[in-house]
């Protein structure tokens, strides 16, 4: 395993996009394997131990996610030694192909997923769609899926507008419906912010007996890229791969909002257009007590001076 972190430990940052997969590649067929997938996919696996993570991503958030330019579930595999499957897209491509599919189909066929204890799904947006549509291939895996769309067929989604060009793919088909796809599932976690109301409306489509959707309200619409930035994402898989990843578990990591900026801004901001003075005061005064925040003692203290002016109404100071 020592070899493997260690050949595995080489930044691809700064490299052109086709020098880069070339370079991911070798890495993948140095640790294990890698399969092209037509033109717009292809995948890579490093075999090691019996906890399989199987990730669905972007050449562009790869690149521009990570500081060595690897993929999300490289960093499990140096730290955790855990066994990597990775779907890679260039572009946002919600992984609709024969071509996979039938990569999929195959792996079943090998009995490939049952050669793991643990088996763990992940992606964000298009890719947390994947995670949950081909989670079927391995029954009882667990899926973590973080602001994942339903389906985008026309006939049940008509109300999302956000992705035109993606109208005419087929999500009708095999692997089609994110939400019947997690009926296999031992547990699922669908993560999103419900003030972002499109995600919220996916999120409810994913209701499932064995499906827990957490709420990370006023992260906005990038929640992968804040879970990454308070360092909880990679607790979370870690979680969920060794069967302790609860709705309890998620909100207790989920405590590191209160130190992460884009966090509190949109708070302010949400606050402050709903005219809750009296909230925004214990924001302001919880933030500027726990941390250095200039602009946060500049928004309490003209609060304040507000307050003495009769124009609203504060909590006392303590």
Not at 2 to 13: F, G, I, R, T
Not at 60 to 75: D, H, M, N, Y
Not at 177 to 206: C, G, K
């Amino acid at each position: 395993m020592q070899d493997v972190e260690n050949s595995m430990e080489k930044s691809l940052a700064g490299l052109k996009p086709g020098a880069w997969k070339e370079q991911l590649i070798a890495l993948a067929d140095k640790n294990g394997m890698h399969q092209q997938l037509g033109d717009k996919h292809f995948a890579t696996f490093i075999d090691q131990k019996s906890t399989l993570l199987v990730t669905f991503e972007t050449m562009q958030g790869i690149r521009a996610l990570s500081e060595t330019a690897q993929p999300f579930g490289f960093e499990m595999v140096r730290t955790l030694g855990w066994s990597h499957l990775c779907v890679v897209s260039d572009g946002d491509t919600w992984f609709r192909d024969p071509l996979i599919y039938g990569f999929f189909d195959q792996l079943v066929d090998d009995g490939f997923f049952e050669e793991f204890d643990k088996v763990v799904f992940y992606g964000a947006g298009p890719c947390g769609y994947a995670a949950a549509a081909y989670s079927v291939a391995s029954p009882g895996a667990t899926v973590v899926a973080v602001q994942p769309q339903a389906t985008l067929d026309p006939r049940m989604s008509e109300w999302d507008d956000r992705f035109p060009d993606i109208r005419r793919t087929s999500f009708s088909d095999r692997y089609g419906y994110a939400p019947d796809m997690l009926d296999a599932a031992d547990r699922a976690f669908v993560i999103y912010d419900p003030h972002q109301e499109l995600d919220a409306m996916h999120a409810t489509l994913f209701e499932r007996p064995n499906v827990s959707r957490l709420r990370m309200p006023n992260m906005g619409g990038a929640l992968q890229t804040r879970m990454v930035e308070m360092h909880i994402l990679f607790r979370i898989l870690t979680l969920a791969g060794i069967g302790k990843l609860s709705a309890a578990a998620f909100h207790t990591l989920y405590r590191a909002r209160r130190d992460n900026a884009p966090y509190l801004y949109a708070l302010r901001a949400r606050l402050e257009a709903d005219e809750r003075h009296y909230l925004l005061a214990m924001l302001y005064r919880n933030v500027t007590k726990r941390m250095k925040a200039p602009k946060f003692s500049r928004l309490l203290d003209a609060l304040e001076e507000r307050a003495e002016a009769g124009e609203v109404r504060l909590p006392p100071a303590r």
